[in-house]
């Protein structure tokens, strides 16, 4: 079965500290996506980045990178220089099947940067 | 662009009463997708559709929750009767196969009690 384990319930750092997150995945398919979003205090659901199954590279988006290592099914998420406006919950998410479109998200990590 | 638009955004109803959620996807977009959202459950994705048609329902709870999608712009998720459980955030989101596709858009959700 399809599975996403964010072990970290919740983080707290102080503003300007690196902090990543972490996220395993279980899955059998061979072809599968991996995604991040983020809920702010607002309550949306802010999508951040789609990764497939057949690429590795590392992504970096300003101050978000995101490592991708399928020998331990993890796909980690660091954000460099943290600030107050990067508190939100973090979900990672798995896309089944060979569509993608099921997704299974992982419990959430709810970050918060203190001033 | 609009994005997702739900209505109503907070909805409040005595147990056994009928509730209707509704949703607007993004145009263009061919797959909507219903999700709950609570503390014990975290997110679950309850149904989605695929050009309008259902494709998988297995998440919905029980014969109580039903979901249509009349044409391209518009869903409803209906709960009859209600009970206090479902209590919940409900989430509409939309996606386009093709291009970028497996990029889910949510929308700002529906904060409904049931008392």
């Known amino acids: 079965a399809q599975k996403v384990t964010q072990a970290q319930t919740e983080i707290s750092v102080v503003e300007k500290e690196d902090v990543t997150l972490d996220c395993v995945y279980e899955t059998r398919d061979t072809t599968y996506y991996l995604f991040w979003y983020k809920q702010p205090p607002s309550g949306e659901l802010v999508f951040l980045i789609r990764r497939n199954s057949f690429d590795e590279q590392n992504e970096i988006s300003g101050r978000y990178s995101w490592n991708f290592q399928k020998s331990t099914s993890s796909f980690n998420f660091t954000i460099t220089a943290s600030q107050v406006v990067d508190s939100a919950v973090y979900f990672c998410?798995?896309?089944?099947?060979?569509?993608?479109?099921?997704?299974?998200f992982g419990q959430g990590t709810r970050l918060t940067i203190n001033p | 662009d609009a994005g997702v638009i739900q209505s109503p955004r907070h909805e409040v109803t005595e147990m056994g009463q009928e509730v209707t959620l509704r949703c607007k996807p993004i145009s263009g977009h061919d797959y909507l997708f219903w999700y709950r959202q609570t503390m014990m459950r975290g997110l679950e994705l309850l149904i989605y559709?695929?050009?309008?048609?259902?494709?998988?329902d297995s998440g919905m709870p029980e014969d109580r929750f039903s979901a249509k999608m009349p044409n391209a712009s518009f869903s409803t998720l209906k709960i009859q009767p209600s009970e206090p459980r479902d209590s919940a955030v409900y989430f509409c989101a939309s996606s386009l196969s093709g291009g970028r596709t497996y990029e889910q858009y949510f929308g700002p959700g529906t904060r409904l009690t049931v008392t």
């Open positions: 998410a798995l896309g089944e099947g060979g569509g993608a479109q099921k997704l299974v």
């Open positions: 559709f695929n050009n309008n048609v259902p494709i998988d």
